[in-house]
């Protein structure tokens, strides 16, 4: 069982900076692959970036591709996403994941879930 605490959204302006944090309880957070994903008003959740559970591999969306960088550290069971030159499309709730094992970009894929973190981006 893991439990996935976000924390760090707000309200920024365009091209502004923000940190998510997901804190995970639990001693396995190291076997699991971690992602975030986002969901704004009227669309479905999105994927946006993943990290495998070492650390080694990350991938993600075309959109955030250059802006976003998702890091973790295992010592602190915590994941990181660093959201730089953010646009009005970037609002939405974000919320991060955890996949057992394996990298993945399918929401589907991940057993569990954090509660959300809302990011306004202001034009």
């Known amino acids: 069982q893991v439990q996935l605490v976000e924390s760090g959204g707000g309200l920024v302006q365009t091209g502004g900076s923000l940190r998510l944090s997901c804190a995970a309880s639990g001693r396995s957070f190291g076997n699991y692959a971690m992602g975030w994903f986002r969901q704004a008003p009227g669309k479905e959740r999105a994927f946006v970036a993943t990290?495998?559970?070492?650390?080694?591999?990350?991938y993600y969306t075309d959109s955030v591709r250059g802006r976003f960088t998702i890091s973790r550290d295992n010592a602190k069971n915590t994941v990181y996403l660093q959201m730089s030159s953010l646009k009005p499309e970037d609002t939405a709730v974000y919320y991060c994941?955890?996949?057992?094992?394996?990298?993945?970009?399918?929401?589907?894929?991940?057993?569990?879930w954090g509660q959300g973190t809302q990011v306004i981006v202001s034009s």
């Open positions: 990290i495998s559970s070492e650390g080694d591999r990350r």
């Open positions: 994941a955890a996949a057992p094992y394996y990298t993945s970009i399918n929401h589907l894929d991940y057993s569990y």
